[in-house]
């Protein structure tokens, strides 16, 4: 016979098992109800860091156009050295050629100078006969030879010393046909000296304009160079600390050091 005592002695257990069970569910409501709105925020916060991190496709454009220009700079300033260097090497050709031209100039007039000299002491007399005159004859056409194997006269000066063209006079004392000649050797070296001057001066004139220019591109380099990675870094940086990137430059020219040099003007005589 079942009594109230014994009665709940047997419903104990599942009484506790009823009670364990609610306690569990409560545990799992009450601790969702905890975690959701920490999920949440660190979901929200890792949305919004990626989108302050992501790049700007505008930005990312600009980085991109601005790294372009820097390796067209780049390309460019190497072309813009080698020319400056190609025409540095041409000029100081030139200058070469110059200085050759001054010298062989020099000795000529130096020469004109001592013969001139010795043309204004009295000539020693000779006998006119038909034997000094051919003498005299001969002595020229060597004379005038002698300078055309030397590069001093041309094939035209040459024919016409030969030809006694162009005041050309065989039958002058041997002293004044060598002053005749050395004059015109002389002329025509000054005239050589000259154009070798204004080719030289043209040549530092290029000189001048490609070392400028390449001067010039180099500095646009650097400048784009360091703007390329500006963009690039700002990429990652947050939009509030952002700053716009800086538009490329037009190359600016720049002075030169080089000079040429000069020769002191000679009074012919």
Known sequence: METPLSALLLDVPQATV?????LAAAALAVGGLVAFPVRTRRGVAGRIRRAALS????????????????????????????????????WLATQEAAESAWQAYDAAEA???????AAALPLPRTPRTPAEYADREQYLHRAAL????????????????????DGWDPRRHPVA?????????????????????????????????AAAAARSLRDEALAAAARARAARQQLTTPPALRRP????????TATTALRPHGRPETRLV
């Open 18 to 22: 009823i009670w364990l069970v609610l």
């Open 111 to 117: 020469g004109v100078r001592r013969l001139t000299a």
């Open 146 to 165: 002698r300078a055309y194997r030397r590069k001093q006269l041309s094939v035209g000066q040459l024919i016409a010393a030969l030809a006694h063209d």
């Open 245 to 252: 990137a800086a538009r490329p430059a037009r190359p600016r």
């Open 177 to 209: 046909q060598e002053l005749a000649l050395a004059r015109i050797v002389r002329d025509g070296l000054r005239a050589r000296q000259r154009a070798a001057a204004e080719r030289e001066r043209a040549a530092w004139r290029d000189a001048d304009i």
């Open 55 to 90: 790049p700007d496709p505008r930005l990312a454009a600009e980085a991109d156009e601005l790294t372009r220009y820097a390796e067209e700079v780049s390309v460019a300033s190497e072309r813009a050295a080698t020319t400056a260097h190609r025409r540095r090497q041409e």
